[in-house]
């Protein structure tokens, strides 16, 4: 079976391992079809390893080298012994997050994706999806309905990182949104924030190539570039009463982006922190308590929101496929998918891996 594996910092290769096993209880086999490449796979390739193992994971027992790949869909190939949610043929999204399903303090509340063993396909599991297939639990495969693309059913993964973010922030309708980053989190996010409600968005980016982007995506939008104009002056300025916005949602993993989150939201507003940041981030803690703002962190989403994301999806609401740039083969995806995702110049935004070509 051919398979893109992460060995270490720079050094992805395509190699063909040992076909997968058949499913046992509770497990299921599923022939790939599209899988996105992540801005964590991007860190894991650029940096890593991260999240990747260096010794065996303490629930799956997974390390490197490690199969990439936690956003993708494909068609159920068999299934294991109590399956019964999903059969032979169905085509499916995968949800991979992998947990402790019960004897664990957060597990045990149904919230799976705060569990202190957490691992995810792609990352700390056996599988992933930039392979021709994966073994999977059965509740990380979850069937999609026939108004879903394959490349949708790819979609839904980073879907859903952008929903939970939104929710995270009480967005209602009416509400003025600043999202902080342009890349496919972030265009995600205002489409989540649009469908929640919101009437006025903001995106920032320095990056005018991304925010061109962000635009045909998008539609209407209010686009800032932080190098040529204030976020903070353009938000206040633009909001009723000048006051700043209801919600902002941090989604670069960037101080800079952060510190102008809390400046742009108005007093008692929420602050919403989605991007991964890489140290510590020193904020001006006398405005937070002055403005009375809530700060919140948002990780992953729960696990229940499969069915939600893809009918939002399906329904147009978020037209999630927009954030899609190209498209490449397995044998293509380091060169033409992770180099190019890489170059400073941002002239890509979602590539997603046809394990069919």
């Known amino acids: 079976m051919k398979a893109l594996r992460f060995h270490a910092a720079k050094d992805l290769r395509i190699e063909n391992v040992d076909p997968l096993p058949s499913p046992g209880p509770g497990e299921v086999v599923v022939e790939n079809r599209f899988c996105g490449i992540c801005g964590t796979d991007l860190h894991e390739y650029a940096y890593g390893p991260i999240f990747v193992p260096k010794e065996p994971h303490p629930f799956t027992g997974a390390h490197g080298p490690q199969v990439l ?91 859903a990182v952008a929903v939970y973010a939104c929710d995270r922030g009480g967005i209602t309708a009416g509400n003025s949104v600043l999202v902080t980053g342009a890349g496919p989190i972030g265009i995600l996010v205002a489409m989540a924030a649009r469908a929640a409600g919101a009437s006025k968005v903001f995106l920032s980016d320095p990056n005018d190539t991304r925010l061109a982007l962000a635009k045909e995506a998008l539609g209407k939008v209010r ?111 380091v060169v033409a998918g992770f180099d190019e995702l890489l170059d400073p110049a941002g002239t890509h935004l979602k590539i997603l891996i046809d394990l069919a070509r």
């Open 69 to 159: 790949g936690h956003e993708f869909g494909g068609v159920v190939k068999a299934v294991g012994e109590g399956v019964s949610h999903v059969k032979p043929g169905d085509r499916v999204s995968v949800q991979p997050l992998i947990m402790p399903r019960s004897g664990d303090y957060y597990s045990d509340r149904g919230l799976f994706h705060l569990s202190e063993n957490l691992a995810l396909a792609g990352l700390s599991w056996r599988s992933g999806g930039m392979a021709e297939a994966a073994l999977l639990n059965d509740y990380n495969v979850e069937p999609i309905p026939d108004a879903l693309s394959d490349e949708e059913a790819a979609l839904i993964e980073p879907t």
């Open 223 to 333: 686009t800032i570039n932080p190098k040529s104009e204030s976020v903070s002056d353009v938000v206040h300025a633009e909001t009723e009463g000048g006051v700043g916005c209801d919600v902002a949602i941090e989604c670069v993993g960037n101080e800079h982006a952060l510190k102008n989150c809390a400046s742009a939201v108005r007093k008692q507003g929420v602050v919403v922190q989605t991007g991964l940041h890489p140290g510590e981030n020193p904020l001006n803690w006398f405005d937070v308590t002055f403005k009375d703002i809530d700060i919140r962190g948002s990780w992953a989403y729960p696990t229940h929101y499969w069915p939600r994301v893809a009918r939002l999806i399906a329904s147009g609401q978020i037209p999630a496929r927009r954030v899609v740039t190209k498209y490449v083969s397995l044998d293509e995806a």
